[in-house]
């Protein structure tokens, strides 16, 4: 908290990763995320971000085989379930640390996989998982889709803030063109976002959708700052070498070479508050939020309060998680 002409205004640190993972190692992909949190936490930060599918890397070999059972069986097996030793490890790291974390995971369930991300609180409580509404494109190849309860996207946070409580939400890559998916995580009232990406290159010119590119999604996140009057934590991870041999894609159009960093922290203006790391750099940006930017934005526009118009557009959602049973209780309840 601090003072500005006898008025108070709130700053939260935050960290937004741009690493690599150990790609298809669960073990040492959990370590080395455990080894970021503490560093972020060590720097001052009261919130860190990953990339999409941070555990155990994303998987890049999909843009160039859709089809590979051996690099997709190891891929299954060093996947991150929500109940597990390793899950537990970077709760209790969050609570050693006393920072909140906003992970990008590959989600195991009965061996059949989801893009996910979860929401741990400072003191190691697992407050949030979800899935990605959609896997976009050849994604679809390894990944299933999301049910209603991954809707409710956006948690409080305790920031160590003299008890005030910051709500933040979460969403990955391709749900930045979803305009009904993003009015209703805005109109949930977060205040921070985070933005999971995979690794981005810039464009390569030509007729290569400019909207694939580290520039293309990098606009997504800053016009979801503008839209929301959020910050935007847009995250992404590096390839080196290594993960180009890990995941056989040096012949691919997509991750063929060492790069796809792109990380930043946009104001709820759109503006880039960061310097940028060069895309091959593995490191954690550093931002100080000052949280009544927020609410300058909102003084010109608020599109879920005074700049909406809910008398002749509004959105209807169902939120009901689909099950593949239901147990009757044995009353006639369900």
Known sequence: MATTNGAQFISIRVAVTQAEPVWLDLQATVEKTCKLITEAAEHGARLIAFPECWVPGYPCWIWLRALDFNLMTRYLKNSLKVDSSEMRRICQCAKDSNIAVILGFSENLNN??????????????????????????????????????????????????????????????????????????????????????????????????????????????????????????????????????????????????????????????????????????????????DMDMSLKAKCFVDSCGHYSRPDLLWLGVDDREKKHKIVSKGDGSQ
Not at 142 to 148: E, I, K, L, R
């Open 112 to 289: 059949s996989l989801w893009i996910a991300q979860a929401t741990i609180s400072a003191q190691g409580k697992l407050l949030m998982t979800r899935r990605k509404l959609k896997a976009t494109h050849l994604e679809r190849t390894v990944f299933g889709d999301a049910s209603g309860a991954s809707l409710h996207n956006v948690v409080e946070l305790d920031l160590g803030q003299e008890s005030q409580h910051t709500k933040v939400g979460a969403l990955s890559c391709w749900e930045h063109i979803q305009p009904l998916l993003k009015y209703h995580t805005y109109l949930q009232g977060e205040e921070i976002h985070v933005a999971a990406w995979p690794p981005l290159d810039s464009h390569p010119g030509g007729d290569a959708l400019w909207s694939m590119s580290s520039e293309g999604c990098q606009s997504l996140s800053q016009t979801y700052a503008a839209e929301s009057a959020a910050f935007v934590l847009h995250c992404t991870a590096v390839v080196t070498d290594a993960g180009v041999k890990a995941m056989q894609t040096d012949a691919g159009f997509l991750f063929n070479r060492p790069g796809g960093g792109s990380s930043a922290v946009f104001g709820p203006d759109g503006r880039r508050i960061t310097e940028p790391l060069p895309s091959h750099e593995e490191g954690i940006i550093y931002a100080d939020l």
